[in-house]
């Protein structure tokens, strides 16, 4: 079976703190992931992708990978209240850029003024 | 900035009736996919597309639902027959070939069965 796992939440931080967000995922092959972010009611929209082990920065945006324990987090620095959303995991299941995409159940982040 | 487009944004249909969600993918985007997401529930995978073909689809895409590009722009998923459980919110996505795989997520279609 394979599964992307996310604590569901939900997470609520103050405006200013750290989120962290995490995820697992279930296949050893898999070389893709992705972090979104969903409003209620719209579509998902991507924040970040990361394919090799370690950190990448986007503004205050932090992905990190660890692939042999499978596991993708999200890190967002000086959180905002618009940052209050689904964030959801996603992971490209399978070796190379192969086309079956996994989603995680999504964790609701809250940030507090 | 291009961006995917889907249409109708919301359907209502009765229970046995077909279906056919419209989708405009990203012009230079080779690859187009197809993902449903039940209200408060995770997206799911249904069907990838490419070069004319369906290249990977999960275990809910079964023989009630197709895919086509019928012209050079648009890409389009039918239910045969909807049953109350294909009631979701359907999100297109396309990406380019390439080193990338990044998609990008149309608004969604909101479909309601009967």
């Known amino acids: 079976q394979k599964e992307v796992e996310q604590n569901s939440g939900p997470l609520s931080v103050p405006e200013g703190a750290i989120a962290s967000l995490n995820c697992t995922y279930s296949?050893?092959?898999?070389?893709?992931f992705f972090w979104y972010r969903q409003y209620s009611g719209k579509s998902p929209e991507l924040i970040m992708s990361?394919?090799?082990?370690g950190d990448k920065e986007d503004g205050r945006f932090t992905a990190q990978l660890n692939k042999a324990s499978q596991y993708v987090s999200l890190l967002i620095r000086d959180s905002q209240p618009s940052d209050s959303a689904t964030y959801l995991c996603?992971?490209?299941?399978?070796?190379?850029?192969?086309?079956?995409?996994?989603f995680g159940t999504g964790t609701s982040l809250t940030v507090i003024p | 900035e291009p961006e995917v487009t889907q249409t109708p944004s919301h359907q209502v249909t009765q229970m046995g009736q077909e279906v056919i969600l419209r989708c405009v993918p990203i012009?230079?985007?080779?690859?187009f996919y197809w993902y449903r997401q039940i209200l408060g529930q995770k997206v799911e995978f249904l069907v990838s597309?490419?070069?004319?073909?369906?290249?990977?689809k999960s275990e809910i895409f079964d023989d009630q639902f197709s895919v086509e590009r019928p012209d050079g722009s648009n890409f389009t998923l039918k239910i045969r027959s909807t049953k109350l459980e294909d009631s979701a919110m359907y999100f297109c996505?396309?990406?380019?070939?390439?080193?990338?795989?990044?998609?990008?997520f149309g608004p969604g279609t909101r479909l309601t069965v009967l």
């Open positions: 012009s230079n985007h080779l690859y």
């Open positions: 990361i394919y090799s082990n």
């Open positions: 996603a992971v490209n299941i399978g070796s190379g850029f192969g086309n079956q995409f996994y």
């Open positions: 296949d050893r092959v898999s070389q893709s």
């Open positions: 597309f490419y070069n004319n073909e369906i290249s990977e």
């Open positions: 996505a396309s990406r380019t070939s390439g080193s990338t795989d990044t998609q990008y």
